[in-house]
């Protein structure tokens, strides 16, 4: 059986009181839309309708080829929603799963087990309920003695009893696809001047068909999002979810409650996340790291066995076996390999140091190439903006740089080469050569026996 979906997010989002569509502000990093559509996805649903308002153009921009994006002019009601995915679906589909495009903790395999009970049912609808004291918002799910559902009560119209009533309509369904299209025509017009969807389940009930109910008991699932004290709950039980995968797949969360990774991040086996961490966007950590505290990483890839305290990188590479921190920051296009050392107040930018290299203090590094083993003593600067340009500076293999030289790129440093402490080097230096002063002038070759043990 061929299953197609609608996404309802045409609601104005109002109570969000925000310029942005309210299905595009993010949960753990992802607009929540994004969700709805990966829940979808993973039964084999690739382009399903989302049904978006008037003012839903960066909703649709969002989307792209990702969704059938159809619009729904005026807003009455969700049963008048569903109708607007008539033409893209009729008769394309044996079973219509409906959700809300607000609901981001909805799970795949809740989806999957309410397609399911819809494809053993006889009678037209399945829908999703939850038994939750917190009921406030939700339709109440009346039940019958055969179990199936007999009605849905909307709270605002409900009997002070009906109110008690513990199983609430989550506002998920999969419907009879046959069935479904002829039904929302005959939605009447309730006395709101809406078209409930909720009403299609009159109309079964009406006509003796039988409507099942699969009820979940994961209340986080049921997290509608109308206002910024529900992102914020959403935020906080995605949250948890999503470190609770981690520590099921072997890393080590020493305080899940001030951990925040979001929901594309990737990280290996046995890493110890320590608290106030956050790692954003496509971030990816290898095994046996231990990160944080008080680190912050966006679109960075760390190796393995890589030990990162109180730093911020973003849009970085880190190889293996790097030590950082603390205070330690990465600026785009930053790249260290294996083993480097970057210790206390540091800054690279769009630099690569090279295996082993070492940058133990108060340095800035930007535009810059440095080979491998290179010492870059306390307090070196790149002087790399001309206030016109950035300019490069290469430093070789082994090259020793001494506390607080200033290197006025363009500027080229060869291997082995040594700068002399406070030096200001504004022209290139040879191999070997040790260049000292302001600005610094060579020195003598260094003969590589006797210095070499300064380079370590
Ligand atoms: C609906 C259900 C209620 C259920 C609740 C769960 C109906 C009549 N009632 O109520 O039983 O317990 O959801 O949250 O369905 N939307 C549109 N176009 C519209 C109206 C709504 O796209 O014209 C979208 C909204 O963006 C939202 C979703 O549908 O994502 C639900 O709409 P909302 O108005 O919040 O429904 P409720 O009144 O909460
Ligand atoms: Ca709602």
Redesign the pocket.
């Known amino acids: 059986m061929k299953t197609a979906a609608v996404i309802?997010?045409?609601?104005q989002g109002t109570r969000m009181k925000s310029s942005t569509q309210k299905v595009l502000h993010p949960v753990c990093g992802r607009p929540m839309i994004d969700y709805s559509l990966l829940a979808v996805r993973s039964l084999g649903i690739d382009a399903p309708v989302v049904?978006i308002?008037r003012q839903g153009e960066t909703v649709q921009a969002h989307l792209g080829e990702s969704a059938i994006c159809v619009v729904?002019d005026q807003?009455?009601?969700?049963?008048?929603?569903v109708l607007q995915a008539e033409s893209a679906l009729r008769g394309q589909a044996d079973l219509v799963l409906v959700i809300?495009?607000?609901m981001p903790l909805l799970r795949s395999e809740t989806l999957a087990q309410l397609v399911e009970t819809q494809k053993k049912n006889p009678g037209p609808m399945t829908m999703l309920t939850a038994v939750s004291s917190d009921s406030h918002?939700?339709?109440r799910v009346l039940r019958g003695p055969d179990g199936f559902v007999r009605a849905?009560v909307?709270e605002a119209a409900a009997a002070p009893e009906q109110l008690q009533l513990k199983e609430?309509?989550?506002?998920v369904y999969c419907f009879a696809s046959a069935w479904l299209w002829d039904a929302l025509h005959r939605i009447p017009l309730s006395k709101k001047g809406?078209y409930?969807?909720?009403d299609t389940l009159a109309l079964a009930v009406e006509a003796g068909l039988p409507v099942q109910a699969l009820s979940t008991d994961d209340s986080a699932e049921i997290i509608?999002i109308?206002t910024r004290v529900h992102l914020a709950e959403a935020e906080a039980a995605m949250r948890a979810r999503i470190n609770r995968v981690h520590m099921l797949a072997g890393v080590t969360i020493t305080d899940p409650a001030s951990t925040y990774i979001g929901a594309d991040v990737k990280i290996g086996a046995d890493t110890v996340i320590w608290p106030n961490t956050y790692l954003r966007g496509r971030t990816v950590i290898g095994q046996g790291c231990t990160i944080g505290p008080n680190t912050i990483a966006e679109d960075t890839l760390v190796g393995d066995n890589c030990e990162i305290l109180a730093a911020v990188m973003e849009k970085a590479v880190v190889e293996d076996n790097v030590t950082m921190g603390p205070f330690a920051r990465l600026r785009p296009g930053a790249h260290l390999c294996k083993g480097v050392h970057m210790g206390n107040f540091g800054e690279v930018k769009d630099s690569t140091l090279g295996p082993e290299t070492k940058m133990g203090h108060f340095s800035y590094i930007g535009n810059a190439t440095i080979g491998e083993n290179v010492n870059i003593g306390a307090g070196t600067i790149t002087c790399n903006f001309d206030g016109v340009r950035k300019n490069p500076t290469v430093i070789g293999e082994n090259a020793f740089i001494g506390s607080d030289t200033m290197l006025v790129a363009p500027v080229t440093i060869g291997a082995g080469a040594k700068t002399g402490a406070g030096s200001v080097v504004t022209r290139d230096v040879e191999e070997n050569m040790l260049v000292v002063g302001v600005p610094a002038k060579p020195l003598r070759k260094l003969n590589e026996a006797r210095d070499d043990s300064s380079h370590k």
Do not use: K, R, S, W
């Open positions: 309802l997010a045409a609601g049904i308002g729904q807003q009455l009601g969700t049963g008048h929603a809300y495009g607000d918002g939700f339709g849905i909307e609430l309509n989550v506002g809406e409930y969807l909720t509608g109308n």
